[in-house]
């Protein structure tokens, strides 16, 4: 994590992300080449994690073309027991996002409150499904957007399959100690 000034005079950084076939860069980036992590299909990884028991988890499901890449499939938050996760699954020839809070899918755009002040909110709809989710906390706001390479009526390799992006932004100064792969010193 890079150092941050005293709370009084917090600005928060950039966001990290999480984008594609695992390119990701974490708070302190100044520009220049992303990183790529190698990760493997059913492979979950911490994203971020800090003092406050806070943990974001990324796993990463097979796509691309001749299914050889990882992608992130699904991003979980917990805190104690509270929990959310978002999902991408494949429904027929279709790429669905489901978002769960409380044990409960959400489905509207309403925010859900599911403890330790943590609010769940669905975003983008199309045909009627969540296509993006907003979590935030006390100090953290976390987006995860559904992305696909193409239209699905002209993808040439059909099991290449969707995914997810991931962004974090710090609202406010994270307890220590920070880690996983955005909470330590990488870029």
Do not use: C
Not at 101 to 110: D, R
Not at 164 to 180: E, H, K, R, S
Request: aromatic share 8%; no cysteine.
């Amino acid at each position: 994590m890079p150092r941050l000034p005293p709370p009084s005079t917090f600005q928060a950084p950039s966001e990290a992300a999480m984008v594609g076939s695992l390119f990701w860069v974490g708070f302190n980036y100044q520009g220049g080449a992303w990183n790529r992590l190698a990760g493997q299909p059913g492979q979950s990884r911490i994203l971020y994690g800090d003092g406050n028991g806070l943990k974001l988890t990324a796993t990463f499901a097979a796509g691309g073309y001749q299914n050889k890449q990882a992608f992130v499939r699904t991003v979980t938050l917990t805190q104690g027991a509270v929990t959310t996760s978002t999902k991408l699954v494949q429904q027929g020839s279709r790429w669905v996002l489901r978002v769960v809070a409380k044990g409960q899918p959400v489905t509207g755009l309403q925010g859900v409150e599911i403890g330790r002040g943590i609010t769940v909110r669905a975003t983008r709809f199309e045909a009627g499904l969540p296509t993006g989710v907003i979590v935030t906390t006390h100090n953290l706001r976390l987006r995860v957007a559904q992305r696909a390479l193409n239209p699905a009526d002209v993808v040439p390799n059909k099991p290449y399959g969707e995914w997810l992006d991931v962004y974090l932004a710090l609202l406010a100064p994270p307890t220590p100690p920070t880690g996983g792969l955005f909470g330590g010193k990488n870029k």
